[in-house]
T-cell receptor, first 111, second 115 residues
């Protein structure tokens, strides 16, 4: 059974800092890994999707990496801004269409 | 904006009542997924549907919960005889095909409160 863990559960940083969010999964037989952002009371916004054959994906100030063999992914956020404050969710797609989610990392970027 | 639309945004039900949650997928999408987010928990898969078919309901509780995606109209998640433990945020997602590398697009969710 796939399990996804995100560390830390919460993170508070000053504006402008670069930061890394971590995601680990127990079963390396995955099809893809997706990072989402969730704002309070809102739905999920897809940030980056990494296929199992890829090592990383980039979008603007975000960079996500994937190491299938070690069961790890990281989300790197450069030059953080207060608007980046949200909960970041990691989700793994396995042999079926359903995603397995971590509990998320709640990020606060202080002005 | 042709995003995933869920309604209502908030729903309050007394114990024993029925809850109906609706989801209209993105335009052109025929695959719908329902997830539940309990307080302080991650999102958990409930059910995957295509038009008129339930493909995977392995995450659905065995009793009181049902889902459908008719040929016409939105997908419906139905919870009968609600209990306090059903209080959660219910999210719907859609994708354009069944390829496992297609990203899911989520709606804003329905927050169910059972009193």
């Amino acid at each position: 059974k796939q399990e996804v863990t995100q560390i830390p559960a919460a993170l508070s940083v000053p504006e402008g800092e670069n930061l890394v969010l971590n995601c680990s999964f127990t079963d390396s037989a995955i099809y893809n890994l997706q990072w989402f952002r969730q704002d309070p009371g809102k739905g999920l916004t897809s940030l980056l999707l990494i296929q199992s054959s890829q090592r990383e994906q980039t979008s603007g100030r975000l960079n996500a990496s994937l190491d299938k063999s070690s069961g790890r992914s990281t989300l790197y956020i450069a030059a953080s801004q207060p608007g980046d404050s949200a909960t970041y969710l990691c989700a793994v797609g396995g042999g079926s269409e359903k995603l397995v989610f971590g509990k998320g990392t709640k990020l606060t970027v202080n002005p | 904006n042709a995003g995933v639309m869920q309604n209502p945004r908030h729903l309050v039900r007394r114990r024993g009542q029925e809850a109906r949650l609706r989801c209209s997928p993105m335009k052109g999408h025929s695959h719908v997924y329902w997830y539940r987010q309990l307080p302080e928990e991650g999102l958990k898969f409930m059910v995957y549907l295509q038009k008129e078919n339930i493909i995977d309901e392995s995450g659905m509780p065995k009793e009181r919960f049902s889902a459908e995606f008719p040929k016409e109209g939105p997908s419906i998640l139905r919870i009968q005889q609600v209990v306090r433990g059903d209080s959660a945020a219910y999210f719907c997602a859609s994708s354009g095909d069944s390829k496992k590398n297609s990203p899911l697009h989520f709606g804003n969710g329905t927050r169910l409160t059972v009193t």
